[in-house]
């Protein structure tokens, strides 16, 4: 009895705040016969979820830096502004925003701890200068979708062209080396590349927004 009444007010705490469009998608995935039923469900959905926050976490770390470390070799630390790309692909265009984007945010950061330590107001003027951010520190503050936007034709070297300033095809092998297993062609190679990174970046963010696994 002790237990049913636990689990009664458990039910009834975490239902105050779940609203019935939250629940409604599990209702219709799971096979459940009430609400106590249907919240078992919800609870173990996103148990499920966690387990694969480490293999979501290692593919966008291990193709991040695998892409990064093979840029960085040849065209050095800051390689996104030396390298060539079309500057008239989308994809190139959402990377290199992705880019400064990342650079706003620990910028703003920055300034927001630093007004915090100064006891200043927000539109107050900072005294220190801005720092010069670590390649390091713009990498890892990236989103992942910017490591699916390089993985594009964009950033392939034109047949017409004779420039070695471009990251693929030159640096495929080095960032993913059984590439060929994908496929024998890198044109091809990087699009399913793509394709397949796209997907998982995109089941990924399912699971972070809590959906039903």
């Known amino acids: 009895i002790l237990c049913m009444k636990n689990l009664t007010q458990t ?38 979820a966690a387990t694969m926050y ?14 990064d470390k093979a840029a960085k070799k040849r065209f050095g ?27 706003r945010s620990l910028k703003n950061n920055w300034e927001s701890a630093e007004r915090e330590r100064l006891g ?3 539109d107050d003027p900072i005294p220190t200068p801005i720092p010069t951010f670590s390649h390091d520190q713009i990498i890892a503050a990236t989103e992942f979708s910017t490591w699916t936007f390089i993985l594009t034709n964009g950033f392939f070297k034109p047949s017409n062209s004779s420039s070695s300033q471009y990251l693929w095809p030159s640096s495929l092998g080095s960032a993913f080396p059984q590439y060929n297993k994908v496929s024998s062609s890198p044109v091809d190679a990087l699009k ?4 397949y990174l796209t997907d998982i970046r995109k089941y990924r963010n399912r699971v972070f927004h809590h959906e039903p696994i």
């Not at 480490?54 to 892409?67: D, G, M, Q, V």
């Not at 399913?192 to 394709?195: A, P, T």
């Open 77 to 103: 630390d800051y390689w996104w502004d030396t390298f060539e790309y079309d500057h008239d692909d989308k994809s190139c265009e959402k990377f290199i925003g992705n880019i400064k984007r990342a650079k």
């Open 120 to 122: 200043l107001d927000f």
């Open 192 to 195: 399913h590349m793509h394709d």
């Open 54 to 67: 480490p293999l979501f976490h290692f593919i966008e770390i291990f193709a991040r830096n695998a892409i």
């Open 11 to 48: 039910y009834s705490a975490l239902n105050l705040h779940l609203t019935q469009s939250r629940l409604h998608p599990y209702k219709l995935t799971f096979d459940v016969n009430n609400d106590h039923e249907l919240m078992g469900a919800y609870i173990w959905s996103q148990q499920v």
